[in-house]
């Protein structure tokens, strides 16, 4: 009887299973769709900024016209604009990145409309390729031995281990190449490179020896020091405040005709005690908490010697009879 009402179960489950997964589907696509962000077109908009751009640079103003055919290209991507953004970049000596607009202008081509003006627009790109070619100043990065870990960068921007070796296009101008690894000595190479010619920059890190200093700050012992000082005066007065306490219920009785202490006992002095210990029990016990977290903050952002250690830091709070602190522990 049981593996009867399973199996029906399971079967109805079945039934429902494609409709479940449709409405999922529907659920996860709506999302992304309300998410995505909108794109951003607007061809009249991106048709006015060209002819401005255009206009300016046939003036001779490429400060003032070049950046209208950027923002007509967000507007709307065509091949015609991009070309245009690659003769800026070819004017401004920007070689390397001209080379690259042409090439993008080709792929833009694709979605032009006509024939002949698709034909047009492939013919400037091809000649611009083919004139800024034998002007292409080339860096080749060659990395000696890279220990693990290693990590190279060219003006800021991370350089794959597939393109060491490679002699890639790259602007006229200065350059640097870095590169660090774990136990290796940084180092990073300032290259100038020239139209058409190729430079080659070498990277061997060598291994640090440099001892690393480290340790705890003297501040962080002094503010855990006296942290704990402060917490376990606070206690002091905490188990003060308490013996009063105890001693105006002995020797005091509280009725509704009023409070009576026994004779010639002085009820007014441990009521003061009681109300010092306690404002200064609080007060000090709050700079000593104070402090116990500054110590605690220098002591586990401080430099470590020996990085590859498991390293942590600890606070416990103990209390005895008649005391009370705080305890520092940990590797450092």
């Not at 390397?96 to 607009?101: G, L, N, P, S, Y």
């Not at 503010?223 to 000082?229: E, H, I, K, V, W």
């Not at 002995?250 to 409070?259: A, F, I, L, Q, R």
Request: net charge neutral; with cysteine; charged share 25%.
């Amino acid at each position: 009887m049981i593996r009867s009402t399973i199996s029906r179960a399971a079967r109805r489950g079945a039934r429902f299973r494609p409709a479940v997964a449709c409405v999922t589907w529907a659920i996860v696509t709506g999302a992304a769709a309300a998410h995505a962000e909108p794109v951003k077109s607007d061809p009249a908009a991106a048709e006015a900024l060209f002819r401005a751009g255009r206009d300016l640079v046939k003036k001779g103003d490429y400060a003032a016209g070049c950046p209208k055919f950027e923002a007509a290209l967000e507007l709307n991507p065509s091949a015609g604009t991009m070309l245009n953004i690659a003769k800026c970049h070819e004017h401004d000596g920007k070689l390397a990145t001209a080379w690259e607009d042409y090439h993008r202008a080709r792929t833009l081509n694709r979605e032009t409309a006509g024939a002949a003006r698709k034909q047009e627009l492939d013919d400037i790109a091809n000649q611009g390729i083919k004139d800024l070619e034998p002007r292409l100043p080339r860096l080749r990065v060659v990395v000696t031995a890279p220990p693990a870990g290693i990590e190279v960068s060219r003006d800021g921007k991370d350089l794959p281990s597939a393109a060491w070796g490679e002699a890639l296009p790259v602007d006229p101008g200065k350059h640097e190449v870095s590169a660090q690894a774990p136990g290796r000595k940084p180092r990073t190479v300032e290259v100038t490179l020239e139209e058409g010619k190729t430079s080659t920059v070498e990277i061997a890190l060598e291994v640090d020896t440099t001892p690393h200093k480290g340790g705890v700050p003297v501040w962080a012992w002094i503010a855990g020091g006296a942290g704990l000082a402060l917490v376990g005066v606070s206690a002091y007065f905490i188990y003060d405040d308490l013996a009063a306490i105890d001693a105006l219920r002995e020797n005091c009785d509280v009725s509704y005709n009023g409070t009576y202490c026994a004779s010639g006992y002085d009820y007014q002095a441990d009521n003061r005690r009681k109300n010092l210990d306690f404002g200064l029990a609080l007060g000090l016990g709050s700079a000593g908490v104070l402090a116990l977290g500054a110590a605690v903050y220098g002591i586990a952002t401080a430099p470590r010697s020996r990085p590859t250690e498991s390293q942590g830091v600890a606070v416990a709070p103990w209390v005895a009879p008649g005391a009370a602190g705080a305890s520092i522990f940990g590797r450092f």
